[in-house]
Every structure is written in C-alpha cells, then in structure tokens.
Nanobody, 115 residues
Framework: QVQLVESGGGLVQPGGSLRLSCAATGSIFRINTMGWYRQVPGKQRELVATMTSGGTTNYADSVKGRFAISRDNAKNTVYLQMNSLKPEDTAVYYC?????????WGQGTQVTVSS
C-alpha cells in the first residue's frame, strides 16, 4: 500500500514563495512519475507539474517560469518550489505518484495567496 503525505502549504502574500513537499511510503516501483495537481471548488483537478524518476518534467503553462519541481528518488520525495505566487494559484494542491496502472494521491494541502 502506497501512502503520500504532503506538507508545506499555507497563506502567502502575492509575489511570495512556498515550498511543498510530498513523501511516498510503501511498496513503490522505482520507475514512476511523481507530481502535483491542484483543485479549486467547482473545477476539475488540473496538472501543475510532474517529474519522472528519470528526470523528465512537465509543467502547466500557467506555472512555467514560476514553479520548479524536483525529487529525491532515494527518499521517494517530490518537491514543488512556488515563486511569484498569484491569487489565482490559490487551491488545494495534491501530490500524486503513478506507475503502470497505479495512481495514488495525497490528502491535499491548502495554498492560499492573498494580501
């Protein structure tokens, strides 16, 4: 059983920064993709950024140049450095891990960008 635990969310002013972390535990296939999605009430969950265990990244256009995803494969941990935050980045951010036909999700962490 795979568990994903996020941390690092909170309240930040526009233009500020936050760093999210997500640690995966359990039986994890070493070749996988970890990443982040976000969701606001009434809207579908959307991709923020993903990174394969081989280092290939994928970003939503809305966060390119502002967010950076990284991971520590030895620790099965993925990070999301969020800079130049905007009010429209406010959402619940979910960590995800996937390989083969499996996809797991964390419980979500709230990020609020407001003055």
């Amino acid at each position: 059983q795979v568990q994903l635990v996020e941390s690092g969310g909170g309240l930040v002013q526009p233009g500020g920064s936050l760093r999210l972390s997500c640690a995966a535990t359990g039986s994890i296939f070493r070749i996988n993709t970890m990443g982040w999605y976000r969701q606001v009430p009434g809207k579908q969950r959307e991709l923020v950024a993903t990174m394969t265990s081989g280092g290939t990244t994928n970003y939503a256009d809305s966060v390119k140049g502002r967010f950076a995803i990284s991971r520590d494969n030895a620790k099965n941990t993925v990070y999301l450095q969020m800079n130049s935050l905007k009010p429209e980045d406010t959402a619940v951010y979910y960590c995800t891990l996937g390989y083969g036909g499996f996809r797991g999700w964390g419980q979500g962490t709230q990020v609020t960008v407001s003055s």
